[in-house]
């Protein structure tokens, strides 16, 4: 099972939507605007906190003009939180610790920002995984543009590669890296499992090791 695996976060590894959601209700309360139910903020993430961010602005027909303001003030709420409301998935830390005593080098690439990144990792005692943590806002380019994975891989031993994810923006970036893909079917995607190229998909966590085994095997 000797492999680098890059792991997405939110939706794929953790289930950070609602102090997401709770982060973005604390700026518009700031704002005099009520909340945004759970539902609508998930569907904003995977691009990013400033696409968020702009989506919450479109959303609400806010003034687009604001958006740097917003989107720090979003940041700073974000920053505040103590993760209370974020959980791994079920299974995730099993499935981290058995690819680990496996030889497999872990990594994280994700869109959310690298701080609040690697801030919830800690919080959840998750940072002890992974050997590298890229963030939306540590290179000039995000995903689904392949820079960022491939930053990942690179800070990791030349070992076969997987990447993990949740979302089309995921599948996309793989797809852009070379790279294969296993698809977490229970996180924030959007469209139908079959929609989105992937090598793989699994929804429970407990399966994933054995399904890393496989794609190695291919
Ligand atoms: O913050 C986001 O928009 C998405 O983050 P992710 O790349 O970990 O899914
Ligand atoms: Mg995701």
Known sequence: ??????????GTLIDSAPD????????LAAEG??????????????????NLVAQVIGHL?????RHPELAAATLAEYNRSNSSLTM???GAVGALERLREGGAALGICTNKPEGPARQVLADLGLSRFFDVVIGGDSLPTRKPDPAMLHAS???????????????????????NAGVPFLLFTEGYRKRAVEELPHRAAFNAFAD????VAQALAI
Request: no cysteine; aromatic share 8%; net charge negative.
């Open 153 to 175: 891989f690179a800070a990791l031993p030349d070992l076969p590669r997987l990447y993990v994810g949740d979302s089309e923006v995921d599948a996309e970036t793989a797809l």
């Open 88 to 90: 791994p998935y079920p």
């Open 1 to 10: 099972m000797t492999a680098a695996i890059v792991f997405d976060l939110d």
């Open 20 to 27: 997401i959601a709770a982060a973005v209700n604390r700026m």
């Open 33 to 50: 605007h009520g909340p945004l139910d759970l539902a609508t903020v998930t569907s904003f993430v995977g691009r990013g906190l400033p």
């Open 208 to 211: 994933l090791p054995e399904l």
């Open 61 to 65: 027909g806010l003034d687009m003009g």
